[in-house]
């Protein structure tokens, strides 16, 4: 789901290119007016014209190809000088002076305050809006990008920031959901629709606190990779919890309460290796103590994430 502030940024974005659109209608109704002396009737519809033909070619272009957000940047740049930017986005690639606030702990409709209490929340990418786990994820991909791209690879809910790593470095992947438009496939992780052993690597974040078995999904996870492939998986961890909490929680409210987040359904705990593990690969983890500094690689910005990723083998 989009973040509050992932929407505050995309109208923003929006207001700029509005306000690009504007001048031109502006520059050109005085040359249509000034120069040219069409009247104010042709010079009313020209503007308009250019003003509509203008915004729409801006937006193609942001949506296609980021161009809007690669002004963005170079206006950030300008604002912040080489030496300022001391902070670094692997998935994005860019030099940061800081991160954003997420803002999560100002949303109750969707998120439990109580989970944000000490955690620092200024962590999120201004232009990829990469959290801490996304980056962490890029570091190892990058130490990793041989094996990744000689691995036919699935990643279920691919996420926008990874997958910004991933195109810059011409990975070739598929990519699959069981709600989100615009993936190339429409897939229940809990009974995947494909042959035993036809991927090298899945990577999966983020998924097993919303679905309705993580033991299926993990055993369809393990089917569909080949021997000797890889899970590179994530999850919300509460290092208090000796193992996963689970609850019947049926309304939104209850959700928030007890897991923290309005579509969460479960929270992991300390044996969250030792889940995998039993689910039949060999697992190593990452966390955030052997990450650098300068992506900030934080626990959070909840309670319940502390931001490990395991690298797993089918065995
Ligand atoms: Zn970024």
New binding site residues.
Partial sequence: MKSKIEKKTQVRNALIASGISLIAALIAAALSLFVLNLGFVITFILSAIVFAAVLAVMLYLWKKTDLLREVLYLLYCIRNPEDKRTYY?P??K?SLAGFMDMELGSQPEKYDPARFTDMKQDVM?P??Y?APRQRILACWAEDNKELLKKSEILYFAPEY?MMKWIRRNGIKLTTADLFAPNVDLKLDITDIKLEDSSYDMIICNHVLEHVSSYNKALSEMRRVLRPGGTLVISFPIDETLGTVFEQEANTPEDRIKLFGQVDHIRVFGRDSKEIIASAGFDVDTIDVSSMPDKILPVTGPADYDSNKIFICTKN
């Fill in positions: 986005c998935c994005c860019r990418c232009f990829c990469s920031s």
